[in-house]
T-cell receptor, first 113, second 115 residues
Framework: GAGVSQSPSNKVTEKGKDVELRCDPI?????LYWYRQSLGQGLEFLIY????????KSGLPSDRFSAERTGGSVSTLTIQRTQQEDSAVYLC???????????FGPGTRLTVL | DQQVKQNSPSLSVQEGRISILNCDYT??????FLWYKKYPAEGPTFLIS?????DKNEDGRFTVFLNKSAKHLSLHIVPSQPGDSAVYFC??????????????FGTGTQLKVEL
């Protein structure tokens, strides 16, 4: 079956612009996670959605970052007024339930010039 | 503050030999540990996991060992194959406040299996 998909695969933007990254989780997966990987770093947790519960935003690095999950499926991660330090690969993962294995998408490589 | 550490950024082994990838953690609240494998331009894929109540889990060529007292785990691959060449991430699981399963990742080890 289809895995987690993310779009775009690559995004180059200018400093100060807003960007939206999209994640389509595996159908039927109730949990959705966003991570990012900066150069030379491990994967950093950003935000977690589970069903209709309020998301856990404890990993978001600043208030320029926000995420939505509409209808319990597709999620968008929005970065406002991008900065060069936002350049990273942004990864989305989904899982059947909160304690199950997470399946990752291919990521979106964001470059802020 | 790196709670999960992979101190070897790279490892090179010969085909057929054993690959040993190491991982250390600092947070004693972690209760579940996973290894993910990542090829370039792809997301990480789950490889093997171990609960904190066990000290060993084996799946084919892959075995994960956990030493809770030392806060150390390792992944053994034997025999190593060229297709195993990838970046391996160690991850530790902590339950989020509202439930859920936050993964804390190490920085990865690039494994190269040479012919």
């Amino acid at each position: 079956g289809a895995g987690v998909s993310q779009s775009p695969s690559n995004k180059v933007t200018e400093k100060g612009k807003d960007v939206e990254l999209r994640c389509d989780p595996i159908s039927g997966h109730t949990a959705l996670y966003w991570y990012r990987q900066s150069l030379g770093q491990g994967l950093e947790f950003l935000i977690y959605f589970q069903g209709n519960s309020a998301p856990d935003k404890s990993g978001l690095p600043s208030d320029r970052f926000s995420a939505e999950r509409t209808g319990g499926s597709v999620s968008t991660l929005t970065i406002q007024r991008t900065q060069q330090e936002d350049s990273a690969v942004y990864l989305c993962a989904s899982s059947k339930g909160v304690y199950n294995e997470q399946f990752f998408g291919p990521g979106t490589r964001l470059t802020v010039l | 503050d790196q709670q999960v550490k992979q101190n070897s950024p790279s490892l090179s082994v010969q085909e057929g030999r054993i690959s040993i990838l190491n991982c250390d953690y600092t947070n004693s609240m972690f209760d579940y540990f996973l290894w993910y494998k990542k090829y370039p331009a792809e997301g990480p894929t789950f490889l093997i996991s171990i609960s904190s109540i066990k000290d060993k889990n084996e799946d084919g060529r892959f075995t994960v060992f956990l030493n809770k007292s030392a806060k150390h785990l390792s992944l053994h691959i034997v025999p190593s194959q060229p297709g195993d060449s990838a970046v391996y991430f160690c991850a530790a699981s902590a339950i989020l406040t509202g439930g859920g399963n936050k993964l804390t990742f190490g920085t990865g080890t690039q494994l190269k299996v040479e012919l």
